[in-house]
């Protein structure tokens, strides 16, 4: 049992992302707001975003800018600093997600202007009526 | 010139897709020509770009001169090069086929609509064209926003189908993403050939197996494999036609082939097919994929529905003839995304072709169409008899080798779904030509003779394409040898040998 206990504190930060999937992955499926919705989509995509940026850390290490870079001939140990490239991606990663989220929310916008209503249960219900009179 | 095809084929349309936006506000008759002119230059660039893989071997492009593992690569073998021809000829005939509806329908959003098309494509020929996991992934989100944006246009139903699909699709990317950073972690690479020679000197198998399953699974929603295909008939559906008959053949087939790239190049078969354990586990999903989508499409009561439900089916076939891991399943299932995004083509641009003299929903508002438009139903009967599998139409040669290869890999019930399923589609589709055939025109009760209803054929420039691509088809399957043998056997085979 305390080498679980162990497991579960040195990672603690995949369970962090694990549990943000779970909640925005339960948002999208359970609730019935279509905003709700698109707010646990976002969850969703940041807790990715945030693994991402986990990954990159290293234990006493420093930002990736390297001082006196330009004069310096001193060897650079890359232990010393973070790991640039995972935050990298996840500047076009956090775009894509904002951009998802744009779409997402224009979608919305014309559901709501055509339904009157964001509950997805009374778009669907005024769909199938409109269906029917056909 | 030549050496900057690679770059060409995106660059080109992207640029316009911009241009095309602002001459959708100064002119708008210009949005036409320059994106058609935009995607010839993509189209002409791929068979040039072919002709140089099959002279010289693979090609590798280096954007902006940087090597790989630091700079982004394309990386063209044959494989990915006829897929490039695929795309930019479909994205092209799809574009003329519905000139005039678009021009009809969409008037005041016409530069928008011609730019999320260019964009949609470019998104599909960076997914195939790139040698880089997480490009992959961007050009992914590009190809699928522009789809939702371009799904959504039809207004009514479709905004809400539209969201359920970004709703699942986004879930798809994500796990896609999430994959590659389980990757990423343990090789410290995104290129994939790099990947993949660092792999197999790895030892910590169980990592490299989770980002398996991610990536896999993401790919699997993207595709609208079977359990996972419910946003697929509605989205495309409601749709409106010109969008619907561009997505319908190329998403579904493009996901397949990212699928095909990561299990031939990132993680090799013999990883895939011997360590993981799971190929007789999807191979049993792609048999259920394919009965439970034959019965779906079966009991459809409206055209364009029915033929989402059969993309399902043919998804199934593909991931199932892939999944069996022989050399002739590989094969039928790489030929079965090149015949399969063409009959897709074929029958959605007949059905395109009915809906703008017809406005039918239902399977009834189609009696007497032969009369009425008899060359637009002989392009959707060949594109039937394809989808059916009749040996002169190239659906045929595909349905051989996937049959064949579930026989060599001793799967029976792949087998069998593969012939119930064609069965199935002969009853979807005779029952359609019945209904057109046979049942008359405006029956008049009392009345025996019926005067013969005038010709009302769609407009020429979307018989034309049409043609094309019922003539396709056709060609497809005869020279459907020369197709395996030239592109698709150099593809498969290198990759199989030594592991297996």
Known sequence: MPELIDIL????????????????????????????????????????????????????????????????????????YMNPLPHVLMLTAIVVSVATLGVALALAVKAYQQHDT????????????????? | MSAQFPALIIVVPLLTAIVVNIAGWVRKSFCFPLALAALTVSFLSAIGLMG?????????????????????????????????ILISLVAILNMIAYRRAVADQLTNRLGAFYSLYLLFVIGLMGIVITGDTFNLYVLLEISSLSGYALLGMGGGRATLSSLQYLFLGTIGAS?????????????????????????????????????????????????????????????????????????????TKVM?????????????PDFTFIQMEIAELVQWVA?????????????????????????????????GGFWLG??????????????DAMMTLCVFLAAGAVMSRVQFDKFEHLQGLFAKMPFTMIAFVVGALSIIGVPP????????????????????????????SSLVNVLLFFRVIEIGYFEPFNTHNGHNHHPKPPMQEASLDMLVPLMITAGLLIAMGIYAHSLVTRFIEPAVLPSLLGSL
């Open chain 2, 52 to 84: 140089r893989v099959m002279a010289e071997g693979d090609v590798i492009y280096r954007m902006a001169g940087w090597d790989p593992p630091w700079g982004i690569a394309l990386h063209i073998d044959h494989l990915n090069g006829i897929i490039l």
């Open chain 2, 393 to 420: 139409t190239c659906g045929f040669f595909s349905k051989w080798y996937l049959i064949s290869g579930g026989i060599n890999a001793g799967h029976y019930a792949f087998v069998a779904a593969l012939i119930i």
């Open chain 1, 118 to 134: 964001l509950e997805e249960d009374e778009i669907i219900e005024q769909l199938k009526t409109e269906y029917l009179s056909q």
């Open chain 2, 256 to 268: 397949i082939y990212v699928m095909i790239r990561l299990i031939l190049t990132v993680y090799q």
């Open chain 2, 326 to 339: 022989n050399a002739a399943g590989m094969t039928g299932a790489v030929l079965h995304i090149l015949n």
């Open chain 1, 9 to 80: 504190i040195a990672r603690y930060n995949y369970w962090v992302v694990i549990c943000l999937m779970m909640i925005g992955l339960y948002a999208m499926m359970a609730k019935n707001n279509l905003i709700k919705k698109i707010i646990g989509m976002s969850i969703f995509q940041t807790a990715v975003i945030l693994f991402y940026v986990s990954i990159a850390t290293k234990h006493d290490a420093s930002i990736p800018i390297i001082g006196h870079g330009h004069n310096g001939h001193h060897a650079i140990h890359a232990a010393d």
């Open chain 2, 175 to 251: 796990f896609y993403l999430l994959g590659i950073g389980y990757l990423y972690i343990v090789t410290g690479s995104l290129n994939m050939a790099d990947i993949a020679g660092i792999l197999p000197t790895l030892e910590s198998v169980s990592v490299i197996k989770v980002s398996f399953i991610l990536c896999i699974v993401g790919l699997f929603i993207k595709m609208a494999l079977f359990p996972l295909h419910t946003w697929l008939p509605n989205a495309y559906s409601h749709a409106p036609n010109p969008a619907a008959s561009l997505i319908a053949p190329l998403t």
């Open chain 2, 287 to 319: 048999v259920i994929a394919i009965v439970a989508g034959s019965v779906l499409a079966y009991k459809q009561n409206k055209l364009k529905r029915m033929l989402a439900y059969i993309i399902v089916v043919e998804v199934g076939y593909m991931v």
